[in-house]
């Protein structure tokens, strides 16, 4: 049930609150104690995403970003108005310009984007730009393959695929000898206080396949007014847009073959969980034998190698991480086949929008 516009408002305000308090969590203790807690408010303005007012010690966001973006767009907003604050309440900083030597250490600090809100878009908004205009050589040809992957014939969709991943790795592979590249972090899926089994196995794929790193970290769930967990990733703009879109393809085929699968069945959640999951390790097992027979020992090694660039942006952005190993086993062995089969004819395809003879395979994103 969607939540009225005033309680929506006041758990979003709480939201921010939460996140700020997190956000001044990783400061050193001296700066800690500079950052007094400021109101929040959402204002009704089209031209900037948010500001800081240190008269009134307040942090302002745009209304309209705050009720209609994710909330990975939301908190990098805050936390730029943030590191003004911070800015403002280190020595020496009266005399300096907003954007000046004291904010990009405040952002530094805090890991925060220093680019002004008045010329920044929105992250999704910068990926589709990028997208839009930035293809060129090996982009352009990744996705005229994955285009090529609607075919209905399925050797020919797979082939498209799989010529479009190994192209990913050798691109991949070429990126890792440039001394500098840029990074970006993106939430996946929405922010909850519980995810299932499923969540962590389909994380893992992306990790071990799509050339990302991915963290659960703390965001707030404003449908329940209380911090919950969220998948982030993080990797190269191209690297990311394709493990976000492989994510998203993946799970929208999943619900759409579950209720497919339940139609004249009655099945408990947890057969949920062992079908996605079947699907998960099924469409696993085809990657890995396709990168076994078409990648040479060495690229195989290089690809599983670390990425120094990454675990340092990574080292920056979460410094306070652990590993939890999450258990489970399978309860019911004949749905987690099932799903396993359906996983193994499972193919990754772009651009699709007809919904007439495609494949059942095969689900056209929204």
């Known amino acids: 049930m969607a939540l009225p516009d005033q309680a929506r408002e ?15 969590s990783q400061l050193a203790p001296a700066y800690r104690a500079r950052m007094q807690k400021p109101s929040f408010r959402l204002a009704d303005t089209t031209r900037l995403l948010g500001q800081w007012s240190p008269a009134r010690r307040e942090i302002s966001l745009s209304r309209h970003l705050a009720e209609n973006h994710p909330w990975d767009e939301i908190r990098e907003v805050l936390r730029h108005e943030t590191a003004h604050q911070l800015a403002d309440a280190m020595p020496g900083a009266d005399n300096q310009p ?13 890991r925060a984007d220093p680019s002004s809100t008045t010329s920044r878009r929105p992250l999704r ?3 589709k730009q990028h997208e839009a205009h930035g293809h060129g050589g090996i982009q352009s040809r990744i996705h005229k393959l994955l285009s090529l992957a609607q075919s209905p014939n399925r050797h020919e969709a797979e082939a498209a695929m799989l010529k479009a991943h190994d192209l ?10 440039l001394k500098q590249r840029d990074f970006v972090s993106l939430f996946l899926g929405q922010p909850a206080l519980r995810h299932f089994r499923e969540a962590y196995v389909l994380a893992n794929l992306l990790q071990d396949f799509y050339f990302v790193q991915g963290i659960w970290v703390s965001a707030f769930v404003v449908a329940k007014g209380k911090p919950g967990r ?7 703009i191209a690297n990311v847009q394709h493990a976000a879109y492989v994510f ?4 929208r085929f999943t619900e759409r073959e579950w209720t497919s699968y339940c139609r004249g069945r009655r099945l ?4 949920q969980t062992d079908f996605a999951i079947g699907i998960l390790e099924g469409f696993r097992s085809k990657l890995q034998t396709a990168v076994a027979n078409t990648t040479s020992p060495d690229i195989r090694a290089l690809v599983t190698a670390d990425d120094p660039q990454l675990s340092r942006y990574l080292r920056h952005r979460h410094p306070h991480t652990q590993t939890i190993q999450r258990g489970g086993s399978r309860q019911d062995p004949s749905v987690y086949q099932d799903g396993c089969a359906l996983g193994r004819d499972l193919v990754i395809a772009r651009g699709i929008h007809q919904t007439g003879n495609t494949s059942r395979r095969r689900l056209p994103p929204s």
């Open 248 to 251: 998203d393809f993946i799970r």
């Open 168 to 177: 990913m790795t050798r691109h991949h592979l070429d990126a890792l000898q």
């Open 10 to 24: 006041r758990r979003i305000l709480l939201g921010l609150a939460h996140e700020w308090e997190l956000a001044c």
């Open 230 to 236: 969220v998948l982030e990733i993080s990797g190269t």
């Open 98 to 110: 907003p954007h000046g030597p004291a904010f990009q250490q405040a952002c530094l600090m805090l």
């Open 268 to 271: 408990k959640r947890f057969q």
């Open 125 to 127: 908004t910068r990926l």
